[in-house]
């Protein structure tokens, strides 16, 4: 009678005590070797799945046989113990996933290791850096972290950590404060360089973090808290108790949805999240429109809300490049598609929350595409039809009809309103620019470079027609004959 001791007994029995919190779990072979590292929301659920079939048997309900990948199957004969590290929210856990593979470098993680199409952590080599999500690791003068194995998750994990230490989200510097100065998650290095010092301490803390093997992040937050107060560093030590409580309201904020979320302020925000059924609240809201007349010089636009507040840094204007005669529905693909290109290029600030579309069911279902096929099908996206003010999900058959007085529907509306808005004016603009080229282009002796030279020096077809002859002539490239030509024609013209 042999004495060998089955392995997944003592495994099954692992199994059965396990929690169903999220975590990190490893499987290790018999000499105690670390074979396999992964990650779960529920770690009773997922590591279980795993065994299920071969503890009754090879077989599941029903006399169905459930197979595993040849990878899995062989892994699964060489298990002989398994262990868990409880986080403790999913987001830890893919963090600390993914710095174990690093530091243990398992043998069947080699997936995560070769492939190249998985997400990576970045941090830009810019003398003020940014954190964002990339695939590649073409830019020598960054810092990558990864690769990750859930590029939902990663997002959110740069959301929660962009909240938490006031680093730039700005793809360039721009010349004023934006909006995230304002609401205290941003330290400004665009108008105050002196912050440098302190930037740099922001950017050592986050490389520390994200290298340190801690369960969460409120581990390693705790953990530094205590270490400066000890060197009597009061004022660092109150920075991480603040972060740590904010890091708990934070979670609170995203995953107690029963209780208030944001205070009156963002009640619209709030009314959204529970009528859409949506997972976070939607704080950041982009909203796309397009506009042309008869396809001449289309247009998309796209503004962006913040807890219900423009913030125009992250506004774009979108000149419509591969659609030829009236298409708003390509019109809106193109636009979107070059937003997601441009997030995941690190062009344009970080994903949005919600995505408004100004159309009906046809112009969110072309958009819907879009995402799917840039692999962020996860991204909230409704519309809002002009006649009736209805709002179309993916997730619901028929529209939604929001009462008069709703809230969330006068954000929706705020939103779409200044999409239009905005490129309405930039339509406009092209379509001015348009005509005062086509008038030069009638007038003798103005070439080129004559006309480059006078849109440049004046802002409109009627400022230069009143402009005196003598000082026209007397521009470069101007003689008084052309000058006298320009002013008459133009004053031949209503303009």
């Not at 090879?58 to 060489?78: D, F």
């Not at 304002?182 to 665009?190: E, L, S």
């Not at 958009?367 to 809002?384: F, P």
Request: a positive charge; glycine letters at 6%; hydrophobic letters at 35%.
């Amino acid at each position: 009678m042999s004495n060998t001791v089955n392995p997944l007994g003592s495994i099954q029995e692992k199994i059965q005590a396990l929690p169903q919190t999220p975590g990190v779990y490893l499987f290790k072979g018999k000499a105690g070797e670390i074979l396999y590292i992964g990650k779960a929301r529920e770690l009773k659920k997922r590591v279980s799945s795993y065994f299920s079939a071969r503890m009754r048997g090879g077989s599941i309900s029903g006399g169905q046989e459930k197979l595993h990948s040849p990878k899995i199957s062989v892994l699964l004969g060489r298990i002989s113990d398994l262990e868990i590290i409880e986080t403790q929210t999913e987001v830890d856990a893919l963090l600390l996933e993914a710095q174990l593979v690093h530091k243990h470098e398992p043998r069947y993680n080699t997936q995560l290791k070769d492939d190249k199409s998985f997400p990576l952590l970045k941090l830009t080599g810019d003398r003020f850096p940014r954190l964002v999500v990339t695939r590649n690791r073409i830019d020598r003068k960054a810092t990558y972290y990864g690769p990750y194995t859930d590029a939902k998750l990663l997002r959110e994990a740069v959301r929660i950590i962009n909240s938490l230490f006031p680093i730039r989200k700005c793809q360039t510097l721009p010349k004023r404060a934006c909006l995230y100065y304002h609401i205290g998650q941003c330290v400004a290095p665009c108008i105050k360089p002196e912050v440098k010092t302190q930037y740099d301490w922001l950017i050592n803390e986050i490389k520390s973090f994200l290298r340190g093997g801690r369960r969460s992040l409120i581990d390693y937050l705790t953990e530094r808290m205590k270490k400066v107060a000890s060197e009597y560093r009061f004022e660092d030590a109150q920075f991480f108790k603040d972060q740590i409580e904010a890091l708990g309201w934070f979670r609170k904020k995203r995953f107690d949805v029963k209780r208030p979320e944001g205070g009156i302020g963002l009640r619209g925000t709030m009314e959204l999240k529970q009528r859409l059924n949506l997972e976070r609240l939607p704080e950041k809201i982009v909203c796309f429109d397009v506009s042309n007349i008869q396809g001449s010089e289309a247009v998309a636009s796209k503004v962006c809300f913040y807890r219900e507040l423009v913030n125009p840094m992250e506004y774009r204007r979108y000149k419509i490049k591969t659609v030829r005669g009236i298409n708003d529905y390509a019109m809106i693909q193109e636009a979107v598609r070059r937003m997601m290109v441009g997030i995941k290029e690190g062009r344009e600030s970080a994903f949005p929350d919600l995505i408004v579309i100004d159309g009906g069911r046809g112009h969110l279902n072309t958009a819907k595409e879009v995402l799917e096929s840039e692999n962020c099908s996860e991204i909230e996206i409704i519309s809002i039809a002009k006649q009736f003010e209805f709002i179309y999900s993916p997730k619901l058959k028929e529209p939604i009809v929001f009462p008069p007085g709703s809230s969330a529907l006068r954000l929706i509306q705020k939103v779409r309103d200044e999409a239009h808005r905005f490129a309405i004016t930039y339509h406009r603009h092209l379509r001015a620019k348009k005509l005062t080229c086509s008038l030069l282009d009638e007038i003798q002796g103005i070439g080129e470079k004559r006309k480059k030279l006078l849109l440049a020096a004046f802002q409109s077809l009627e400022e230069l027609r009143d402009t005196p002859v003598a000082i026209l002539s007397r521009m470069e490239g101007m003689n008084r004959k052309t000058a006298e030509r320009v002013v008459d024609f133009l004053r031949s013209k209503v303009l």
